[in-house]
């Protein structure tokens, strides 16, 4: 489909005033808008033809113009001029997350609050999985005189802690040789591997005192377990209540939608080599979703795809300035979650 310059300016700024009114744009208020003379007669041929193109959509016989879904489209892939994010954006969403930044599950949860915050609509994260990762350290943190904690941190990223109990007292000296025993074994060990028939033979290598650890071993095997699952952290459905684009009923569906792990974890995992994706409306392939979009952003751990972070709302969303600061968020926290899992 090409479009003359006219129309390109044309179609550009009806989806902007849209955006920012949420009312169908009229030729005459858009001949104010644009950068250039033009009648409103031309300006309303002009709106007609992108109308015959399936660019813009007329909701009543009176009323002007609003986008399309398809319209939309071609605006996000051709028109869209990126809004840079300010210094003191940067700084407000750094300030929001930075004291989750010692936990990746705390971390991410913050993210989708601030995200929530940040933009009026539903957001998600991904937390790392450790599915592909390989075990980089076994740490030991005693909690009481019988009692520690074992924190699993695999090179993908995540850290995950089980709490194990001795019917003896653990002293320093016994959870160093612990320490040196799990991290001699497992280190470099590859976390989908670490299932209960490796560590029964694990256990029958350490001889002797595998008894005195095995309750060790149970919690590094359920923190394995736990690794090579990827969690889901959602926060503020209850902003679409205030969008007037959606009805009641469409609000019950897409919560519901949003209810369901498995569907929504496989939405925000389609994406190609692109870092950052926008889906709109019958492009989410989603019943539920059809007059929604979805922006998902990939942060990644070194230099390895770890998870996502995404906004659900009405199309009609501002998509430049949430675009630039879904990028710096998602850049963020994989640089912090770079920084903690010690990958540079």
């Not at 909701?59 to 605006?75: D, E, F, L, N």
């Not at 870092?275 to 007059?291: A, C, M, N, W």
Request: with cysteine; glycine share 4%; aromatic share 6%.
């Amino acid at each position: 489909m090409e479009l003359s310059e006219r129309q390109r300016k044309i179609l550009a700024a009806v989806v902007e005033q849209y955006i920012a009114t949420g009312e169908p744009v009229g030729s005459k208020s858009l001949c104010n808008a644009l950068d250039f003379r033009v009648s409103s007669a031309t300006v309303r041929n002009e709106m007609s033809e992108l109308n015959r193109m399936g660019l813009l959509e007329q909701p009543h016989t009176s009323a002007g113009r609003i986008p399309s879904q398809k319209g939309y489209r071609v605006y996000i892939d051709t028109l869209m001029k990126r809004r840079p994010i300010s210094r003191q954006e940067k700084q407000y969403l750094d300030s929001m997350i930075l004291p989750s930044a010692y936990d990746p599950e705390k971390l991410l949860d913050g993210a989708a609050k601030v995200l929530a915050s940040m933009t009026r609509y539903a957001a998600v994260s991904t937390t790392p999985s450790g599915e592909n990762g390989v075990i980089r350290a076994v740490q030991l943190v005693q909690t009481s005189r019988r009692t520690a904690m074992v924190i699993l941190m695999t090179s993908a990223g995540t850290m995950k802690s089980r709490v194990f109990h001795c019917d003896f007292d653990l002293t320093p000296e016994i959870l160093r040789v612990f320490f040196r025993m799990l991290n001699d074994k497992l280190a470099g060990v590859p976390v989908a591997s670490v299932t209960p028939a490796y560590m029964q033979t694990l256990a029958a290598s350490f001889g002797n005192i595998a008894m005195m650890m095995s309750s060790a071993l149970a919690a590094v095997a359920d923190a394995a377990r736990e690794s090579m699952r990827s969690n889901i952290c959602l926060n503020g459905e209850v902003n679409l209540l205030f969008y007037p684009e959606f009805s009641q009923e469409e609000i019950m569906h897409i919560v519901d939608f949003l209810s369901r792990p498995t569907e929504l974890h496989r939405l925000l995992e389609r994406h190609d080599s692109a870092p950052l994706q926008v889906f709109i409306g019958r492009e989410i392939k989603e019943p539920e979703l059809e007059d929604s979009s979805v922006i998902v952003s990939r942060y990644c751990i070194g230099s390895k795809d770890a998870g996502a972070i995404a906004v659900l709302g009405p199309t009609r969303m501002n998509y430049s300035k949430i675009i630039s600061n879904m990028e710096y968020l998602s850049s963020s926290v994989g640089r912090m979650l770079t920084e903690l899992m010690d990958l540079d």
